[in-house]
């Protein structure tokens, strides 16, 4: 499993980014697609996950300013992220979660830094 996550780059806050994630080497069903950061000096943290059927799950922290979605005939996962803060600025992960095994892959990580 291969996921390829790229869109980061430098914003200046009450701005938007939209960060994509290609997955390959696997299928896209029966898993749970996600989003993680880890900002400077600090662990990584949850930001958004979904499944195929559900509502999507979001941290307090970016619920309503951010939409995790996916097309899984393209096999991605995007995060739109609007209404930037500085406190958003991190390294974005992207992780797939297979329900058959329980195990996790990461992609590489996309660095988002917000300006104020």
């Known amino acids: 499993v291969q996921l390829q996550a790229s869109g980061g780059g430098l914003v200046q806050a009450g701005g938007s980014l939209r960060l994509s994630c290609a997955a390959s080497?696997?299928?896209?069903?029966?898993?749970?697609m996600g989003w993680y950061r880890q900002p400077p000096g600090k662990e990584r943290e949850f930001v958004a996950s979904?499944?195929?059927?559900?509502?999507?799950n979001y941290a307090d922290s970016v619920n309503g300013r951010f939409t995790i979605s996916k097309d899984t005939a393209k096999k991605m996962v995007y995060l739109q992220m609007n209404s930037l803060k500085p406190e958003d600025t991190a390294v974005y992960y992207c992780?797939?979660?297979?329900?058959?095994?329980?195990?996790?892959?990461w992609g590489q990580g996309t660095q988002v830094t917000v300006s104020s």
């Open positions: 992780r797939l979660r297979a329900w058959s095994t329980n195990r996790a892959f």
């Open positions: 080497g696997t299928t896209f069903s029966m898993v749970t």
């Open positions: 979904i499944v195929s059927g559900r509502d999507p």
